[in-house]
């Protein structure tokens, strides 16, 4: 079974940075496609960034240019550097990847940008 684990959310000023880790147990992490996504109170969840097994990378427009999905298969691991934080950037973040037909999802991570 799948299990994703984020860490790395926190309190920061606008202008600052993060970087987001979620490791993933349970499966030949090398082999899937990684996802990051947020929702932030109110709003629907909104896709961030994509890396795929093959290290393809896909951003929404919202945070192209600041953030960076990456990952470290010998770790299991797939990051999110986010740099140049907005107070818009605030949410909570999952990790997903779909196994099997199914979606998982991580427990999230919140990230919280003060003005």
């Known amino acids: 079974q799948v299990r994703l684990v984020e860490s790395g959310g926190g309190l920061v000023q606008a202008g600052g940075s993060l970087r987001l880790s979620c490791a993933a147990s349970?499966?030949?992490?090398?082999?899937?496609?990684m996802n990051w996504y947020r929702q932030a109170p109110g709003m629907q969840r909104e896709l961030v960034a994509t890396?795929?097994?093959?290290?393809?990378?896909n951003y929404a427009d919202s945070v192209k240019g600041r953030f960076t999905i990456s990952r470290e298969n010998a770790k299991n691991t797939v990051y999110l550097q986010m740099n140049s934080l907005k107070p818009e950037d605030t949410a909570v973040y999952h990790c997903?990847?779909?196994?099997?037909?199914?979606?998982?999802w991580g427990q999230g991570t919140l990230v919280t940008v003060s003005s």
């Open positions: 997903n990847t779909p196994d099997n037909g199914l979606q998982v």
């Open positions: 890396i795929t097994s093959g290290g393809n990378t």
């Open positions: 349970g499966t030949v992490f090398s082999r899937h496609d």
